[in-house]
Every structure is written in C-alpha cells, then in structure tokens.
C-alpha cells in the first residue's frame, strides 16, 4: 500500500505548488512531460492487455458493461457540476466530469497481483473491464472536443486514424516484435509525444496520447504473456517489475507524472466557497463517481456470485493516470474554475483511498488474506 500514498502524497504535493507557482511560460514544457508520462504508462498497460479473439463475441458484452460503467460516474458527475457550477459551460463540464470515469488500470492491476490475486476470474474481468472503459473514455474525447473546439474537416481524419488505430490492435494484437524494455518503452513515448507536439504545431491537429500509446503497446511483442506464465517467472513483469533498478525508473516516472498533474491544475478559485462546503462539494463527488463504478453487481450472475460481483465493482474504483490525463486535457481547452478545481482534490482524495478500496476486495473475495 506504500506506492498508492505516495502517488498520493505526490499529486498533493504538485496541488500544493500549484497554487503558489506561476508556471508561465513553463507550461507547455510541463505539459510535454506530462503526456511522455501517460504514453509510457499507456504503453505499458497495452503490452499486458491479452484477449481470446475466438471468443470475440463475449467481449461485445464486457464493453457495453465497461461503457456503462463508465459512463454513470460522468452522467452523475456532470448533473452535479451543472446544477452546482454554473462558471463554467456545459461542453467544458462534459469534459470536466470525464474525469470520473476510467479506473486506474496502471496502479489497480499491480495492486491486485502483489496481494496474490493475479490469475483469479476477478483480476481478469476486473483487467478486461478496467482497459475496456479507458478505451471507451478515450474514443469519447473526440466528440467532446468537437464541442469544445467546433467541427473541423481535418477532426474527421482524426476519427479515421482513431478507428484505424483500433483495427491495428486487433489485427497485430501482440505481433510487433521491437525491444520493450523500460527505457525503450520510455523511448517510443517520447517519440509519440513529439510527433503529435509537432503535428499539432504545423497542421492544428489535436490528438491525445492516450489511445496511439496504447495500441502500440497492444501491438507489441509481450515476452512475458500472462497467459503463458509457465514461461516465465513473474506473471506481470511490465507493470510489477521485479529488478530493482527498473523498479526504481518505472516508479520515479509515475511519481514525477503525479507531481506534474497536480502542478498543472488551476489556482483554487474559491469564490463565494468555504472550506467546508467545498470539502462537502469534494465529498459528493467522490461518492457519485463511485457509485456509478458500481453497475457491473447488476452483471455477470451466471459467472459469479454476489460477493465477487461486489470486489469487482471496489476493484473499478480506483482512479489515476488517464483520469489525471483527462482533467489536463480539460485545462488545456480553456475549462478551469472552481469545477476543476474540485475534481483535482476528489481524485487526490479517490487515490488516497486504493488501499481502503483494494483491503476491501479481499475482505469479500479471501477472508483469510491479510494486507
């Protein structure tokens, strides 16, 4: 549990100079580093996503439950904001609210496999559902940024590349045989981050990291298949790396993105707000976008009992990187103001509480195991 406080200490670290630091001229550097970040955990989350493409049919059913997880913490979120945030508009809450609806697919899946549960129905539905929502998020950023920046033609081939991106994961699904160790890794995210930088620069083409770095990762080559864990030692050597050294890379990069994140939210603007109606504002949004994780108990029956229906929607709780990666989406198109602000310390908050959220998931699935 020591890694999700101190992502969580660094984030509010990052919040903390945030209100104090003017980034100025900065910003677009921080910005930068911030998306090498996400295109490093993305491509790692890419090289652990493993399907059955025989059973392709079935996954039809897991991303409509995924979508609707996903969407009920933004639907509750977004009703919340525009009857209690009316600074902002509509189109910049939409997006604002986005945040609330990816679980932490980076940070949940090696909590999960550290507290033994790596090859449980639960890890997996929990593993297909979790990237199946970050999917869904994804895609669903287009829309808003149409409404946010108007239609433009040259959006449309971004669509076009979005769905070819989609087809490339599923056709070579594992297949791209280049170097995937960390610094490599480090290395196609920077080189991601630049060419769309440059993209955006030249042609005013704007297109997130997010879901590029993860269908590379998806297309290449996993040396450590999960599901062939006879051939290697450690079943998720990619997002729990086991030498030391990688150890220490992997995790400073995830600790400087948390500190990066909470330094590009907006100053608090708390206007007519005191403190504790914002820690109830903080509150209520935290509940709303957890119970909205919370429609898969309505799933699965014929898979899995009550309890386990229950751990898998605990286990979808979790927010992080891609929700982090929304709210600096969202502040890079003008959305800022107190919504934003409160939706920055309701994730520090939500992060804070994995640990709670993962102890809680062993509680229903193994009452003997001890954290």
Same mark, same amino acid.
């Given at each position: ?11 509010? #670290?990052?919040? &903390? ?31 652990? &996503? ?10 039809? %059913? ?95 081939? #971004? ?30 995210s920077i080189l991601f981050t630049t060419i769309l930088f440059l993209l955006e620069y030249e042609f005013h083409v704007e297109m997130e990291i997010l879901l590029p770095a993860f269908v590379f990762g998806c297309m290449l080559f996993n040396p450590h298949d999960p599901r062939r864990p006879d051939e290697h030692e450690h079943e998720h050597a990619f ?61 699965? %029956? ?11 929607? &605990? ?47 062993? %509680?229903?699935?193994? %009452?003997?195991?001890?954290?």
């Amino acid at each position: 549990m020591k890694l999700i406080y101190l992502f969580c200490s660094c984030l509010i #670290v990052g919040m &903390f100079f945030s209100q104090v630091v003017d980034l100025g001229g900065a910003r677009p550097y921080v910005i930068f580093l911030i998306n090498v970040c996400v295109g490093y955990i993305m491509i790692e989350v890419g090289l652990e &996503f493993v399907i059955n493409k025989k059973r392709w049919r079935s996954y039809i %059913k897991d991303y409509g439950i995924a979508a609707l997880t996903a969407f009920f913490p933004w639907a509750f979120c977004f009703l919340y904001f525009f009857f209690f945030f009316s600074s902002n508009s509509w189109q910049e809450l939409l997006l604002i609210s986005r945040f609330a609806a990816p679980t932490s697919s980076g940070i949940l899946f090696s909590m999960l496999a550290a507290v033994g549960l790596g090859t449980s129905w639960l890890f997996r539905k929990v593993q297909i559902l979790a990237i199946l929502d970050d999917v869904d998020t994804i895609l669903l950023l287009i829309p808003l940024q149409f409404l946010l920046s108007g239609t433009r033609m040259i959006m449309l081939n #971004v669509v076009f590349v979005i769905v070819l991106l989609v087809i490339l994961a599923w056709r070579y699904l594992h297949r791209l045989r280049l170097p995937s160790g960390r610094i490599w890794i480090m290395f196609y995210s920077i080189l991601f981050t630049t060419i769309l930088f440059l993209l955006e620069y030249e042609f005013h083409v704007e297109m997130e990291i997010l879901l590029p770095a993860f269908v590379f990762g998806c297309m290449l080559f996993n040396p450590h298949d999960p599901r062939r864990p006879d051939e290697h030692e450690h079943e998720h050597a990619f997002i729990e790396p086991e030498e030391r050294p990688l150890m220490l890379f992997d995790r400073s990069i995830k600790v400087i993105f948390m500190v990066l994140v909470g330094l590009i939210l907006p100053k608090i603007e708390m206007d007519s707000f005191n403190l504790w109606l914002t820690c109830i504002h903080v509150l209520a949004i935290t509940i709303l976008m957890n119970l909205g994780k919370c429609f898969p108990i309505f799933c699965y %029956k014929d898979e899995a009992p009550l309890r386990e229906r229950t751990a898998v929607c &605990f286990g979808m709780f979790p927010r992080g990187e891609v929700g982090a990666g929304i709210l600096v989406l969202a502040i890079e198109h003008g959305a800022g103001g107190f919504a934003t602000s409160v939706a920055g310390i309701a994730l520090a908050l939500n992060l804070l509480l994995t640990g709670v959220f993962i102890m809680i998931v062993l %509680k229903l699935v193994n %009452k003997k195991h001890r954290v």
